[in-house]
């Protein structure tokens, strides 16, 4: 399929934009572009066309299982945990396989295009991580799934972790994961960080560690991730996901850290929906937000993503895989809210998050796969505001999800009879 879309907007700011698309590649970008005959052609009436939304940190084993068997009481990190440790023995690999199929079809409605998700190793029959491989061959025309081998209960403190983990990097999955602040103590903790980098590097795989998902500021294992980053020349393909107690360390230590992430280029994913809703539970008043300090790693050079995690699981009740509430959440809760910040947020769950994942052929510009999302907004900081309406959702040049313009009818005196939350003046 060819088709020309009119008059869009950038993300970067460029307003009055053309975009020819021929086959699944875009052909062309610019203004007035020639119209090829038999072309249709889309009108973006100057709406805001983005390359699609991107999830750097999720866990699709877990997702749609919201009250099985039971639901979190106390909505903390551990008894989510133990929950899903609860649920692990009765899951099966077509109800796995549905809920993830499932999820992916809320994705592509919201133009969310590329998932990273982390399916835990630590059930030895390696149910989930069969039935993800499965969804990611079935989704693969229409979402990019990038599957992390997650210890979730451990790498040395669960007794098959560690095999379990290499049987599925030998089945195909691509990334290493681990989670250091859960092994039993912080040398343990130090250990897994060097056994799994080294892994990596032997495998020529890329590195997402939940990292120091705590409030305590002595848990820093992100400086021996981005110790081994430097020293197996993992440069740029290292992550530490979620680094929720670099909110309570005392800022002289984050000033030595962030320099040593920066030389080490290990990239950093908040995941804001559940590091707001985790984090300070063991606090009364004040209560830390918890959220990683987004606006200093990115002030530093260091790329950010914001991930959604959960949906609907043994952590989180609530979400939808819209990538513009975990933004705005993001934004809030980092008081992110000048106008290149706001910017920033968006970037933050697209180019950046496309950056970490590796994703090929990502972003507008000829020669790129035409992968698009038209929004029902100006531009990114009013897509966040908005958590605008995914108007049209293009993958490798065919349009695979729409959704009709939001706009409520009126009737009150003198007063427009339609409005649709855009600013006009
Ligand atoms: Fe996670």
Redesign the pocket.
């Known amino acids: 399929m060819t088709m020309l879309i009119r008059n869009a907007t950038l993300p970067d700011g460029r307003t009055g934009i053309d975009l020819l698309v021929e086959a699944d590649r875009i052909k062309a970008v610019g203004p007035n572009l020639p119209l090829p005959e038999d072309v249709p052609v889309i009108d973006a009436g100057g709406l805001l066309l983005s390359p699609p939304f991107v999830d750097a940190?999720?866990?699709m084993d877990a997702t749609l299982s919201y009250g099985l068997p039971r639901v979190n009481q106390s909505g903390t990190l551990l008894e989510g945990i133990a929950l899903w440790g609860e649920l692990k023995p009765h899951l099966t690999q077509e109800a796995l396989v549905e809920r993830a199929l499932q999820y992916c079809d809320w994705a592509v409605a919201k133009g969310l295009l590329a998932i990273r998700t982390?399916v835990d190793v630590c059930d030895d029959r390696l149910l989930a991580v069969e039935a993800l491989l499965h969804v990611k061959e079935r989704v693969k025309p229409y979402l990019d799934l990038q599957l992390v081998a997650?210890p979730q209960d451990g790498v040395l403190r669960s007794p098959t972790a560690l095999a379990n983990l290499k049987r599925s990097l030998d089945m195909g999955v691509d990334v290493v994961g681990g989670i250091p602040h859960f092994e039993r103590t912080m040398a343990d903790g130090a250990e897994s960080v060097r056994i799994l980098c080294e892994l990596a590097a032997e495998r020529g795989l890329r590195v997402d560690m939940?990292c120091d998902?705590s409030d305590d500021p002595m848990s820093r294992h992100i400086e021996t991730l981005a110790f081994h980053t430097q020293r197996l020349g993992l440069h740029g393909r290292v992550t530490g996901?979620?680094l929720t107690s670099m909110h309570s360390m005392d800022n002289y230590y984050v000033s030595k850290l962030l320099p040593l992430m920066r030389e080490a280029q290990v990239n950093a994913i908040a995941?804001p929906l559940?590091n707001i809703t985790l984090q300070g539970r063991h606090d009364t008043y004040p209560k830390r937000r918890g959220m990683t300090r987004v606006p200093e790693l990115m002030a530093a050079g260091i790329t950010v993503a914001f991930?959604h995690?959960?949906v609907m699981d043994p952590?989180y009740s609530l979400g939808s895989g819209d990538m513009l509430e975990v933004a705005q959440m993001g934004l809030h809760v980092a008081q992110m809210t000048s106008q290149a910040q706001m910017r920033a947020c968006f970037d933050a769950v697209t180019v950046n998050a496309a950056k970490i994942l590796g994703l090929d052929g990502y972003g507008i510009a000829p020669g790129q796969y035409a992968d698009l999302v038209l929004l029902q907004a100006r531009d990114p900081a009013d897509a966040i505001r908005l958590r605008a309406n995914r108007l049209m959702v293009v993958r490798r040049g065919q349009i695979v999800a729409r959704t009709p313009a939001a706009t409520a009818s009126l009737s009150l005196p003198g007063r427009p009879e339609t409005v649709d939350w855009a600013l006009r003046r």
Do not use: A, K, P
């Open positions: 940190h999720f866990h982390h997650f939940h998902e996901s979620h995941n559940i991930g995690d959960c952590w």
